[in-house]
């Protein structure tokens, strides 16, 4: 892609929170900076990534071009690169994946989207899959506030939310490798959000806040109820027979659930966060 185009879409992304138009519309999308090869200048790009529960999946396809990216020369010479996800800002090491493993989570991807084999079956190179796992340490934020922090990870819920029920609604009679890890990683991904608000978010606001104990309290509850939904969805994902409409029954009741609670959480907390 021209780089003026990339440049587009990259301020794009950060001025909303992760949301893009054009082809990367509804789409999962991070920005990778790599540092050249030869260089050694910071490089950011724009692109599309799988969930893999504790890590991301991105593949050097460059439409199926004979050649790789540049991107992918660049982490292969410097494996340590940053990613930005729209709501954090952390670094990761980058692996090229080989072997079975690559062929196994390829295949998974295609399955998830045919493009991915159009694209390999328009080149000789294998297309390499690289997997990025972060590195222990606390990630940043672009946002102006905690409140605004709070609202872009409840917003990257939501449309990962949406994403999966969009993607289940248009599956076939059954449902396939990627699409029960997309479902795997956000039920982790929440889990981890609520327990960092119960064990350190709450008790700090309550403290400074006390006269606000009743919306803790229920927060509290809420967080209880949508953990009961994530093992109802956890389940439905786990039976090898489960059907993709059982499964978009149970992810619609987490959103139902999920939707209010955050809605009632930003109400509430936005205030107290953002508060002198």
Not at 256 to 266: F, I, N, R, S, W
């Amino acid at each position: 892609m021209p780089n003026d185009f990339n440049q587009r879409i990259i301020d794009e992304f950060r001025a909303n929170g992760g949301r893009v138009g054009g082809p990367f519309e509804g789409g999962r999308l991070v920005l990778l900076t790599t540092t050249g090869a030869r260089s050694g200048a910071p490089h950011t790009t724009p692109v599309a990534y799988l969930p893999d529960t504790d890590r991301l999946l991105v593949i050097a396809s460059a439409g199926g071009a004979p050649r790789h990216p540049d991107w992918f020369h660049n982490l292969v010479a410097n494996p340590r690169v940053t990613v930005e996800d729209g709501v954090f800002v952390y670094e990761a090491k980058a692996t090229v994946l080989e072997g079975d493993e690559r062929d196994r989570l390829f295949a998974r991807a295609a399955e998830a989207d045919p493009g991915w084999a159009e694209y390999q079956a328009k080149t000789t190179r294998v297309i390499p899959v690289v997997a990025l796992e972060p590195v222990p340490g606390p990630p940043g934020s672009n946002a102006a506030s905690p409140g605004a922090a709070l609202k872009l990870v409840h917003d990257a819920f939501r449309r990962e939310l949406a994403l999966i029920r969009k993607e289940i609604a248009g599956s076939g009679p059954r449902l396939g490798a990627q699409l029960r890890v997309n479902c795997l990683t956000v039920c982790q991904g929440l889990g981890f959000h609520h327990a960092a608000e119960d064990g350190g978010i709450f008790p700090a606001l309550a403290a400074r806040h006390p006269g606000h104990a009743a919306t803790f309290d229920r927060l509290r509850r809420e967080h209880e109820r949508v953990a009961a939904l994530l093992d109802d969805l956890r389940r439905a994902v786990a039976a090898e027979d489960t059907e993709p409409g059982a499964v978009l029954a149970e992810v619609e009741r987490l959103t139902g659930e999920l939707e209010a609670h955050l809605d009632y959480e930003e109400e509430q907390l936005i205030p107290l966060l953002d508060a002198p």
